[in-house]
């Protein structure tokens, strides 16, 4: 008897808050039947990086304001990216985020600083595929897939990340031991998540013809996720606010490319080309060993003509 009447106790005592749960469930559900859909925002400025807008040709529309310019194009470039690299494993991997050649191409059009040239191996396979269907006689007459259209790419430019994320829950642990108390304890679970991520890039120029390099550039870009301000503020059931205030990796690697163009576009404006005194470049060098070869004068042999005899 007693075992059965604990039972009916228990049931009743579940079933306070349980009803309560539920009834506010129904009532939750209820008003969103009355509340209008989601509104789909295109071009939300939330979901933006710092390479945003688009580019056709010299036109741009939408870039930032913050990217360094052109007023005509330097040459050619295509991107070069190591797939095999660490930072390329972590970027696709674990972020879940496409190559940074797609980001670059973006940035670099909208400078008007280069040409962009496609050496990527989908947009040449797709060429390939295109001069193969011309040469197999299914195209159209007059499609016009012959030999010497392809333009030459100047120069390669070859990008790279270095990743960082630096915990500073030291510093608010030990603010929060000198206030003490229960304040104190919110400000120590405050500094226990704060993180400043970070995210600096590398971009290198290379000269395609001769493989001197042209230019090298680094741009950093860093944000600070207060992802305990929640509970400072007492608002554990309101929703984590470093959710809000975190910036994902995606833009910060943004911000970070920008930042390395932007330094490699204002040194080509002043850009000198290296030289090696009495001679040119490849000629022995001034540093002689014992020994060795005298350096001698180099240039380079004129290019002969692109077109082939049928």
Excluded: H
């Amino acid at each position: 008897m007693k075992k059965s009447t604990d039972k009916a106790y228990q049931q009743r005592a579940f079933s306070r808050p349980a009803m309560a749960a539920a009834a506010a469930t129904l009532l939750a559900l209820a008003g969103c039947q009355n509340m209008p859909a989601l509104d789909m925002q295109m071009g939300s400025q939330s979901a933006k990086t710092v390479a945003t807008g688009s580019a056709a040709g010299s036109a741009t529309s939408g870039e930032s304001s913050a990217l360094e310019r052109c007023d005509s194009p330097l040459g050619t470039v295509s991107l070069i990216e190591n797939v095999d690299a660490g930072w390329y494993t972590v970027l696709t991997g674990e972020y879940k985020l496409p190559p940074t050649a797609n980001l670059l191409r973006l940035l670099v059009q909208q400078s008007n600083c280069f040409v962009v040239v496609e050496r990527g191996a989908a947009g040449m396979n797709a060429m390939t595929r295109e001069r193969a269907l011309m040469q197999s006689g299914e195209m159209r007459g007059g499609s016009n897939f012959g030999r010497g259209q392809m333009v030459a790419s100047d120069y390669g430019l070859s990008p790279e990340i270095v990743f960082s994320n630096n915990d500073a829950g030291g510093l608010g642990g030990a603010i929060g031991g000198l206030v003490g108390g229960g304040r104190g304890r919110a400000i120590a679970s405050l500094g226990a998540s704060l993180q400043t991520k970070e995210a600096a890039a590398l971009l290198t120029l290379i000269d395609n013809r001769s493989g001197v390099q042209v230019a090298a550039s680094e741009g950093s870009a860093s944000k600070t996720d207060f992802a305990g301000f929640g509970e400072l503020s007492g608002l554990r059931g309101a929703g984590n606010v470093g959710g809000y205030t975190r910036t994902p990796q995606g833009k910060l690697i943004a911000a970070a490319f920008m930042d390395a163009f932007n330094q490699m576009v204002r040194s080509l404006r002043s850009y000198k080309a290296q030289t090696v005194r009495g001679q040119g470049l490849g000629g022995g060098g001034r540093l002689g060993v014992d020994g060795g070869a005298a350096p001698s004068q180099t240039s380079a042999q004129p290019a002969s003509s692109g077109r082939r005899r049928k």
